[in-house]
Antibody, heavy 123, light 110 residues
Framework: EVQLVESGGGLVKPGGSLRVSCAAS????????MNWVRQAPGKGLEWVSS????????YYADSVKGRFTISRDNAKNSLYLQMNSLRVEDTAVYYC????????????????WGQGTLVIVSS | QSVLTQPPSASGTPGQRVSISCSGS????????VYWYQQLPGTAPKLLIY???QRPSGVPDRFSGSKSGTSASLAITGLRSEDEADYYC???????????FGGGTQLTVL
């Protein structure tokens, strides 16, 4: 069974840093592009970042560019999002999502999704 | 303000057909596939439709997607109480060079 499990969320002060992780299982992790998508409380979905299977291609939303860094460790079947200079508006549930079967790296073809990890940025 | 425009709410009675629209532009829907996600209360989103009109295995054929010009639609026939959820459309935007989502539509089954 394909499974994505996020961890590492929590409460952090504005300007602080946090790293969230996503543990993947049930599929050949090193052959898939992976993504982070977030959802602020009571709001819609926002794509955050994506990373290709070999980390050759990395993309960020303008809202996080220069502050967030996506990475992966294919040996550990894990995806990461290092978040620095956090702002109140970064408060959200962060989901990791795999690129769907046969998808191209640029499509918002996310399947499956993890259960999410909540990041709260507050003083 | 989302790049893709969806109605904030929709409703229907059991057994009815409901349609949810998603409006974009030439650089978004007009040039790219559309994807639909269902988010049941308190859960992660789930892929419902990919490449504008394809259903993943396990998604009932009551759900269908279509695209015309710069707009797309999700149709649900034989509405059931368990369809009560938030629905999001998504596509790639050539101008923004990134994936974009609609603001979401909350579907209520009366």
């Amino acid at each position: 069974e394909v499974q994505l499990v996020e961890s590492g969320g929590g409460l952090v002060k504005p300007g602080g840093s946090l790293r969230v992780s996503c543990a993947a299982s049930g599929f050949t992790f090193n052959t898939y592009t992976m993504n982070w998508v977030r959802q602020a409380p009571g709001k819609g979905l926002e794509w955050v970042s994506s990373i290709s299977s070999s980390s050759s291609y990395i993309y960020y939303a303008d809202s996080v560019k220069g502050r967030f860094t996506i990475s992966r460790d294919n040996a550990k079947n894990s995806l990461y999002l290092q978040m620095n200079s956090l702002r109140v508006e970064d408060t959200a549930v962060y989901y990791c999502a795999r690129l769907g079967e046969g998808g191209s790296g640029t499509d918002p073809y996310f399947d499956p999704w993890g259960q999410g990890t909540l990041v709260i940025v507050s003083s | 303000q989302s790049v893709l425009t969806q109605p904030p709410s929709a409703s229907g009675t059991p057994g009815q057909r409901v349609s949810i629209s998603c409006s974009g532009s030439m650089s978004s829907i007009g040039s790219n596939y559309v994807y639909w996600y269902q988010q049941l209360p308190g859960t992660a989103p789930k892929l419902l439709i990919y490449r504008s009109n394809q259903r993943p295995s396990g998604v009932p054929d009551r759900f269908s997607g279509s695209k015309s010009g710069t707009s797309a639609s999700l149709a649900i026939t034989g509405l059931r109480s368990e369809d009560e959820a938030d629905y999001y459309c998504a596509t790639w935007d050539d101008s923004l060079s990134g994936p974009v989502f609609g603001g979401g539509t909350q579907l209520t089954v009366l």
